[in-house]
């Protein structure tokens, strides 16, 4: 068996309001009138309402003291300078995120494997040797990490920690999903920036996975599933550049999506021999707006099964790989005294969809 025990997530500092960032963004592409309209359509229309980052600058006036400077002539943040700030904040994110989850469950030196995942950053040494050191986790501890796979990163971790436990006796899995999208902020005005800008926040989520733990409120991971919508390859993007990381994010995602997701959780309902009715509740990564409508009008299913999902975006917006954990967590709490049937849901590039079912006794 393996057996999600405990989730936890951290945040960092700064908490932007959507309007302020919104103001942020106008003052920053310096639009013209038809332009700033649209961009303010899309932000009412959003679904968010407070998104986090480690940096101040998205809810204050343009100067050349933050990260994104006011002056033309003064050069955007290189990609080095990025990751240096990834490298200092990701790992306390990490730390608070795996220390809550741990907490009054096992000691770090209990763990014995360790999944990292980040598409926002990279380096080696990396975040799991960093998180090995200031843990004090034992030097013979399996780890690996997951890199550059994006908002569905996190279920191809649990997937990992899942063949663990079932082949491995004693396993304490911590997986920890580390992103800090908003260091990759570009300032040329286009319609993939302008979506990145729009959705993407930064957030931790810290799963313990384990097959010799017994603890209330627990759920058990059953089955993934997973698809490649090859149609959708360069709808969703994610590449480095000298400049940051470049996202590419087409309109067409919701369209593509709404065309296979029918057949996507049929398939993964039928490898558990479930139906749509069996579903208790419904965790979708809440990658959009659009994209949470489109499975609910596809999938007939109701407000209330998606209100966990359009929480979190509302109070996070999309922080890619940690989002979906975020949304698990929510609905762990929610199940604590009550039986459960859960399928997740998670998108990314490819176009990918990867898909898991737990349960809860």
Same mark, same amino acid.
């Given at each position: 068996?393996?057996?999600?025990?405990?989730?936890?997530?951290?945040?960092?500092?700064?908490?932007?309001?959507?309007?302020?960032?919104? $103001?942020?963004?106008?003052?920053?592409?310096? #639009?013209?009138?038809?332009?700033?309209?649209?961009?303010?359509? #899309?932000?009412?229309?959003?679904?968010?309402?407070?998104?986090?980052?480690?940096?101040?600058?998205?809810?204050?006036?343009?100067?050349?003291?933050?990260?994104?400077?006011?002056?033309?002539?003064?050069?955007? *943040?290189?990609?080095?300078?990025?990751?240096?700030?990834?490298?200092?904040?990701?790992?306390?994110? $990490?730390?608070?995120?795996?220390?809550?989850?741990?907490?009054?469950?096992?000691?770090?030196?209990?763990?014995?494997?360790?999944?990292?995942?980040?598409?926002?950053?990279?380096?080696? *040494?990396?975040?799991?040797?960093?998180?090995?050191?200031?843990? $004090?986790?034992?030097?013979?501890?399996?780890?690996?990490?997951?890199?550059?796979?994006?908002?569905?990163?996190?279920?191809?971790?649990?997937?990992?920690?899942?063949?663990?436990?079932?082949?491995? *006796?004693? $396993?304490?899995?911590?997986?920890?999903?580390?992103?800090?999208?908003?260091?990759?902020?570009?300032?040329?005005?286009?319609?993939?920036?302008?979506?990145?800008?729009?959705?993407?926040?930064? %957030?931790?989520?810290?799963?313990?996975?384990?097959?010799?733990? +017994?603890?209330? %409120?627990?759920?058990?991971?059953?089955?993934?599933?997973? +698809?490649?919508?090859?149609?959708? +390859?360069?709808?969703?993007?994610?590449?480095?550049?000298?400049? /940051?990381?470049?996202?590419?994010?087409?309109?067409?995602?919701?369209?593509?999506?709404?065309?296979?997701?029918?057949?996507?959780?049929?398939?993964?309902?039928?490898?558990?021999?479930?139906?749509?009715?069996?579903?208790?509740?419904?965790?979708?990564?809440?990658?959009?707006?659009?994209?949470?409508?489109?499975?609910?009008?596809?999938?007939?299913?109701?407000?209330?099964?998606?209100?966990?999902?359009?929480?979190? #975006?509302?109070?996070?917006?999309?922080?890619?790989?940690?989002? =979906? #954990?975020?949304?698990?967590?929510?609905?762990?709490?929610?199940?604590?005294?009550?039986?459960?049937?859960?399928?997740?849901?998670?998108? /990314?590039?490819?176009?990918?969809?990867?898909?898991?079912? =737990?349960?809860?006794?």
């Amino acid at each position: 068996m393996a057996d999600i025990i405990s989730i936890a997530t951290a945040e960092p500092k700064y908490r932007h309001l959507q309007a302020d960032i919104h $103001s942020f963004m106008q003052q920053t592409y310096q #639009l013209d009138a038809i332009n700033k309209r649209k961009l303010k359509f #899309l932000y009412d229309h959003s679904g968010i309402n407070t998104r986090y980052s480690v940096i101040p600058d998205y809810n204050t006036a343009l100067s050349n003291d933050g990260f994104i400077p006011a002056d033309e002539s003064t050069p955007f *943040p290189s990609l080095e300078q990025r990751m240096v700030i990834f490298d200092q904040e990701a790992l306390e994110l $990490s730390v608070t995120a795996v220390n809550k989850c741990i907490d009054g469950i096992i000691d770090p030196q209990q763990i014995t494997h360790l999944i990292t995942i980040s598409c926002t950053g990279m380096s080696a *040494p990396g975040l799991d040797l960093q998180l090995m050191q200031q843990l $004090s986790l034992p030097a013979t501890i399996f780890r690996t990490s997951i890199n550059f796979m994006g908002c569905y990163a996190a279920i191809h971790g649990l997937k990992i920690a899942k063949m663990i436990c079932d082949s491995t *006796p004693g $396993s304490n899995v911590v997986v920890v999903a580390t992103e800090l999208c908003t260091l990759h902020f570009q300032k040329e005005f286009t319609e993939d920036n302008a979506a990145s800008s729009l959705l993407f926040a930064d %957030g931790a989520a810290a799963v313990l996975v384990s097959n010799c733990i +017994q603890q209330k %409120g627990m759920l058990t991971l059953k089955n993934f599933y997973a +698809q490649v919508a090859e149609k959708g +390859q360069k709808d969703m993007a994610w590449k480095l550049s000298s400049k /940051g990381f470049l996202m590419t994010l087409s309109s067409y995602i919701p369209q593509l999506i709404e065309s296979d997701v029918e057949e996507l959780i049929g398939n993964a309902l039928a490898a558990n021999a479930l139906s749509v009715a069996d579903i208790t509740h419904w965790c979708i990564h809440p990658g959009g707006k659009r994209i949470l409508d489109v499975i609910q009008r596809k999938m007939k299913i109701s407000d209330d099964d998606l209100q966990y999902a359009r929480k979190i #975006l509302s109070e996070h917006g999309n922080m890619s790989s940690p989002t =979906v #954990l975020y949304v698990l967590k929510e609905i762990m709490e929610a199940v604590a005294q009550q039986p459960a049937t859960i399928i997740g849901m998670a998108f /990314g590039p490819g176009l990918t969809m990867e898909t898991f079912t =737990v349960q809860k006794n």
